[in-house]
């Protein structure tokens, strides 16, 4: 059988790529996903799964940093004409593009893959030597674009989906194909995570196409370590404008609040207990240089090693950042636009994966260590965390590949082979666990 | 002949309005103003006057806070779309928007006046009752408005011109009048004071339309005191961005320096010579929430009751700046965008324009005060000191009337009686000094 | 009577002398004046005044910045080894070293008197050409010396008192000799000027040695104008300490909140309504380099040109204050320890003592300005506005000599001749005041 | 022979115990122990042992964070009158405290054994309970107490010269018994480290008296990890004073130069390649509350989980430092008082004494890891390093027992029972080695 699934992805490839290449020219940012999701939906409902869309499978009040009502219906208009499913974009608009497919069979396991959808905030390398402009999939959206390979992740979705319907006979058990939206920023998976879709899972995994380490080549790493838990942060100080020469004093200086916060929230105390980190990535303050800034506007983030370092920098920093309010007498608001816990694989899991690749797919490279760092946050935590609080096991492995630039910059791209290691260890991931006596 | 003067202004009212009116709508900001200043040019042209134009009348390197080469090209364009002078646009272009009338007439003193023509950075109001949208000449540039008065002090200009060229006969000496660019934010005076052109004036003036202080209703104020020498820069930080969770350390934190910038700045101590003003206005850093801010800018303005004082400022914040950057490793860069010195008005010159009011125009209501605070900076500091280093003396007086809202807001205009008064003032003047035997 | 005043005021100079170098020899800091205090009030009830001492003319909840218990009871015993007067050192022990002598005299206006008593913190000059040193009255006391001339001060108001318990029979009404502790930090009047004492007087008045402008030879200015009010605040940051190597995070950083607390006080705005001030004077926190500090402690003053300016700076500097405590969630405590109003001299109080001066003491040489800079504090300011408050006058005066250093340095020294100007000018007021029909 | 070894130092263990409460009784702090030092050396002296002292052994360049002159000749008399040794204290005075007793026995490895010889700067409790009180050998020495162990330590270095003096014949090599000032602020190694006597070492070890991990018995662990390297700096703005109401722009005011370092320097990026640390232990800033500061003196450290990572912390925290001097035109001092490298075991040199203990001494009891933490800094790192560069080997091993109190507290006590624990395991450790075929 392991044959067949290698034979199936093998015959499938071009049209995974072809997929890949299709969400890559029409990118779209997080909670915009309409288009992408609407047509996962539509692909999914054709295959035979039972397919639940938007609030059918996320909490609404668990969704985090979404775009504005504009943004959101402007994109509703582009999406429609960029061929988004008719039907499906009703379910979908308005931030909620998060899509499970769903296979019942019988009695047995139920296996979770998670796939992640969205694009980041960036607009395509043009310049002649980039693949997907010489191939003619660059990104058709300004301001979007696939540089973190989730374009690949969909399509790998797509295909071991389309695997899993052909040798449905030999399946015991239950098959749930998650479609995340808005990974970037970790705003998406909670909502999720928390639906109660999860609550029945035994065992859950998901991939991030990854850099192959120089000198290594393996193809495939069994999960990840050094994950930040993060918790992302929208402030805004509140001031009033004045004059700055005439009445400096009528002012309340929103900017000396925000200064303020930025020096002291770099100051919070390492811990020794394990790593933490600390930015302030922007900043947009005041209005004109004669002006005493009346608003101040900063993106903020925290991160720790365990979930109980990410807690320790997030409540220092409130206090900080509520303290540098109070000093100059403005008004602040915080609103948390994303969070993510660490994130901890099963050793079972990987042991478990490990055994699939040497015993029944020889040509896979499996690396020798189970762990190889993440170094940054993923909000697949929530969904491995949901699964483990019931019970269940998973992992987040890396599949690797060479990239032609690193991950987030505009001229990133991937070695399209990379998708049929994917389909074909997800699809016998999912045959050993429910064909298993 | 004073009654002559005044029946002229009166005759010349409505096309004063109409010309007050035609620059609103065609509102330019600072260097952005050909089609104002070659109408001008034109119409001094026309009327008899020597006419010279930027690089006559500036130097090019005292010009500050230049607008980008972009800007000034997508401006000509719509300059000459909205109706600027083919031939003197040529010459006012780029960057060169100042332009200077003058009349010789025999032997006698050499007077000057100033007009600025520039607008800000403001988009008008375009509600219903907001008087330049109801009679038809609310600003059609985006992002311009004339909402300090520089559009009536320019049609004020122009009536002047009119009336002193046909009272040319009594007019023994020389008059010159300026009209200035980029007056907001300090910038243009100076390359017009040190261009050699005043080195020969024995009196120069300038007014400004002014709220009238409730409970008063003076017509003039013949100076202004509380005026701040200024120092206008721009800062930007330049570091090295990075992965803020992956290796925080190969980043360079533009951030970190301007916040400690920013805070160490407002802490530049206190002055028992007198006061002092500081402010960061505006700043913009960062790229991403994820991200070490590589850049970070900031505009920044220092103010001093005295050019001593500003310069006590101005020196304290370089070194500020300066060791901000020393502090995080980042290169920092320092452009001054705007100066002007502390202003002096010259008792002599107030007692004389009193003296012509009082004997003269006896309908002109004169503060008893000689001096009303101007609480602010103007560059006009740089034309009148450069004529008093030459032995000559001037003054800077205030043309009050009904204000609809404050000055550099979007739903400011003026009652238009004043332009009347000014007209009426200035000619006057002119002709009082080039008259006496 | 004038001259007879004269007459007195040369036949006590020796004496007045000899009792200003006994008091700048056992020089006692604020609220530690115990020897002072009870020979004043002894030497006042030996000349037949009615004297109350201590918690008679002392509003206990009113004095600020005390010394420790241990520092009081250290210098009780000291004072009574340096002399202190046995009977009255129990009245006025414990921080209540205000002394108030009263002679009424029949029906007539009030007139009263401030006379400020305390030494500095500073250890004398014993370098050999430093004149205490060389005439035997260097301070015995370390710690402690009079650099501010309180001690002239002190010794002029009893010889005053002795001149007017000489022509009592001249004078109609009552005279309230005020001798003050704890001027320096001002901390000492406003439990005597709200005590009750001043509300039935009429007059008041208060003078200080002062160093003669360069060039001028004047011997008295009649008013003083720059006088700041202040507020003098001790604060305490309380944290945790923590190995700041082994456990950081179990820190909580008491200067962290402070260094953060000191930039952002210093960035309080500029104020267009007139002079403010702000400073930091000292900070001791930590106790080991490795070792998180548990405890920092500050001594901060603000200080505004008016007592609403000064309101302005107190006010914001404690948000400040407690804004910085949040930031790292440490425990402040705030103490005031001393606090004026700003000084207002009554301009017919300052008329009349020139006429007396001008009319009747023709070798007094009189400012031909009223007002001269205090530019500084000083807490006259709260007996001054508590007579004004009841429909009074007052005015406080510049004696002006020759100093040999500036005050607060430690080798301070004024010529005593300036002690007979005083003395002469003081009793001449009151004779003037409590003689008039 | 190890059986022999055993017995001695059971024999010896009651002189051992007085030798350290000798040393208790008059502690000395670093670079002050002239007392501890020249008895050593005669002891060593009248083993046989070769002493070299002071300037012999190390090198004056390379000493850190002396003391004053004065407290150097204040101590050099205290040291005399408690019983110095008359001869060598003029070889150690004047901040030379290094003793080295070297014993060579023919042919055969180098082996050198580190014995720190200081106190801390704190006052013993003396209360009723504690036990050296009781015992009658509380420190005699006001702000000195040996608070960690190190009279313990050199205690354990006499006795094992007399057990190794004893057994000489058995022993091939040479013996090199290094008693070591100013360990505590790492400032005394680095003088003996790079003065040569270390480059012909082929074996190094140290030891520290530490706490008993709760639940566990081990009498020893075989070396340490999580070894911080480290900078200690003491850095002093020098300012301008001046009066803080009457001319504050005349100051340089130091203590926002320290204001803002201290913020600065805790911002100082974390670092993803491991573990650092900062921290202002102190500060001393300003005269008077309304003096603007002149001086603000800062204890500082950084520290990094290898010396890469220091380096990093040192190199940015002193542009943070200078920074912050240019900032407020401060002139800054940055004085280095005390360095040390992070600290490497060799596993060879762990193995070997495991084997020992092992086969050897059954009933000392080796905890099963190899490495312990020890969460600080020794400096003893730069002997390791320099035995290291040459080609030995070495280890820094913990011997565990039951303390009263936390090191550096001032009731810190051990069970002496430790004692006969290092000189057995030290002996052999030296026997083994020397006795090898």
Known sequence: MYNKIKLLAQQYHQETIQTRRDF???????????RTASLVARRLDSLGYQVSVGKEVMR??????LPSKR????????????????????????????????????????????????????????SADHNPGKNGFISCNPGAMHACGHDGHTAMGLTVAKILAQIKEQLHGTIKLIFQPAEEGVRGAKSIAL??????????????????????????????NETF?????????????????????????????????????????RNSDGCTRINVGTIRAGTGRNVVPE????????????TELNNYMEVYARDVIRGAALMHDTIVEINEMGKAYSLDCDKKMMD??????????????????????????????????????????????????????????????????????????????????????
């Open 195 to 224: 639906s109660g879709i999860l609550d029945d899972v035994d065992y859950i995994f998901a991939g991030h196409i990854w850099q192959q380490v120089e000198g290594e080549d393996y193809d495939i790493y069994l999960g990840m």
């Open 71 to 126: 943004l959101l219906t402007l994109n509703y208009n582009r999406a429609l004409l960029q061929g988004a499913d008719p039907y499906y974009i009703e379910k979908v608009k308005n931030g909620f593009t998060g899509v499970v497919g769903v296979m019942h069979n019988g009695i047995g396991p139920v296996v979770a893959i998670r796939f992640d959808i969205d694009a980041l905030s960036i607009t395509e390398d043009d």
């Open 352 to 437: 478990l994966i490990r055994h699939i690749c040497i015993d029944h797919l020889g040509d896979i490279k499996v690396a020798k260590e189970d762990l190889s760092p993440l170094d940054g946050s993923d909000d697949f935590s929530y969904m491995i965390a949901t699964v483990q609080a019931h019970g269940g096991i998973g992992t987040y492995m890396k599949l690797t590949t060479d990239l032609v630039a690193s991950p987030h910059n505009c001229t990133y791209d991937f070695n399209e082979d990379v998708l049929l290691t994917g389909t074909t260890v997800y699809s016998s991931i999912a045959y050993y666990l429910l064909n298993q006596d």
């Open 229 to 269: 838990a993060t918790t992302k942060l929208d402030v805004t100080y509140h001031g009033v404008s004045s004059h700055a020469a005439g009445m400096p004093q009528f002012g309340k200086n929103a900017l000396l609040s925000a200064a303020s916060c930025i020096l002291n929230l770099h100051s919070i105390p």
């Open 24 to 34: 890559h020219k029409y990118a779209e940012r997080g909670w915009l996903e309409m």
């Open 295 to 306: 608003t101040a506007k900063l993106e903020i983030e925290v991160r720790g090693a365990t």
């Open 60 to 65: 609404e009040e668990f969704r985090m940093g």
